[in-house]
């Protein structure tokens, strides 16, 4: 039996996650005041943006009859880890296709994923990088039979669509008022939809003075910006209050943290009193103490950081 939140559900969770207030010096002494969504706390199994990804996902493979869910990622993905989870207690079953080797010693992730019931299927970095291959695609269904298939990251319509519900429930929780929302980018698909869902929950939006903020977590990402563009205008919903910034990816992506950077998370940590992500929020909260340091902002804005969860890769980075 499969058994899914409602979209009622969906919205009402999206509504209560808590927004809290950040007492950093740095944003005190620059007249900034600084809030940060939780949205790592809205679901204690898959937590932050993918939990808006998935939503939808898992409604369109109930509604066409799925009993088997297939996605793809790396060994610590936050993406793999939720939908093992979201498979678990939804009552779907899945399929993780894993990029590289089946290593002796698996990652957390993968051991957390495969005990919940995911079955992983490893193919080599080079078959990996075909992975939308028709050849693929025919084996994966020879093996294990009929699935629905949802994207590297979460990152289809379905996934972009998820995201437009806290983009919403941001812009209604604040009543409009903020200067920045903030947030990592990897596929930039999340902003795409924040960005889109802000615009609708806002009518009086001024899209020159208050902006959806995307800091690429990328070392190289020449086309970060037109896939954003591509994945608004799939969902019929180009927007221009966004803007990606890049050069805080302090090494690049899902690579050691430098000890500078270290050192800011726990001193972040600290003064937020919760934890981050090395490989998303650290970077994302990074770019801003940047911005702060360059007043970017002016006194008396209002930043809003969203917390897009992942918690769970920490594992990978020897953090606990
Ligand atoms: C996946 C993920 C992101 C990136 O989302 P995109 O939609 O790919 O840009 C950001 N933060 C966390 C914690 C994630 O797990």
């Known amino acids: ?27 005190k002494q620059k007249g900034v005041d600084v809030f940060i969504r939780r949205d790592d706390l809205i679901d204690t199994h898959l937590s932050g943006n993918k939990f808006y990804k998935l939503f939808y996902n898992l409604h369109a493979a109930k509604d066409s009859g799925y009993q088997q869910l297939l996605s793809f990622g790396g ?10 989870m979201a498979a678990k207690f939804s009552g779907f079953k899945c399929i993780g296709v894993i990029r590289g080797e089946r290593s002796r ?48 990251g979460g990152a289809n319509n379905y996934g972009v669509i998820g995201t437009t519900a806290l983009g919403t429930a941001i812009s209604q929780q604040v009543k409009g008022d903020y200067t920045s929302i903030c947030i990592a980018a990897g596929t930039a698909s999340t902003l795409a939809g924040v960005a889109s869902g802000v615009a609708m929950g806002d009518q009086n939006l001024n899209t020159d003075d208050k902006k959806v903020i995307g800091f690429s977590v990328l070392k190289g990402d020449g086309d970060l910006g037109s896939d954003l563009i591509n994945h608004q205008h799939a969902i019929n919903s180009e927007t221009n209050n966004w803007r990606l910034i890049s050069g805080y990816h302090c090494g690049g992506y899902a690579k050691k943290l430098p000890n500078y950077l270290r050192q800011f998370m726990s001193e972040f940590e600290a003064t937020a009193n919760l934890q981050l992500d090395p490989v998303y929020t650290v970077k994302m909260c990074w770019g801003v103490a940047q911005l702060l340091v360059q007043n970017y902002w002016p006194r008396g804005s209002k930043i809003i950081l969203i917390h897009t969860g992942g918690l769970q890769g920490r594992r990978g980075f020897g953090l606990f």
Request: hydrophobic share 40%; no cysteine.
């Open 1 to 27: 039996m499969i058994n899914l939140l409602s979209e009622d559900e969906f919205l009402e969770r999206t509504a209560n996650v808590p927004l809290q207030r950040v007492p950093w010096d740095l944003a």
């Open 75 to 84: 060994a610590h993905s936050n993406h793999i880890y939720a939908l093992a």
């Open 105 to 152: 010693q698996l990652s957390a992730t993968l051991l957390d994923a495969e005990s919940a019931g995911m079955k992983l299927h490893f193919v080599s970095r080079t078959d990996y990088r075909e992975k939308n291959s028709q050849e693929l695609r025919g084996s994966l269904n020879r093996l294990y039979g009929d699935f629905f298939e949802i994207p590297e």
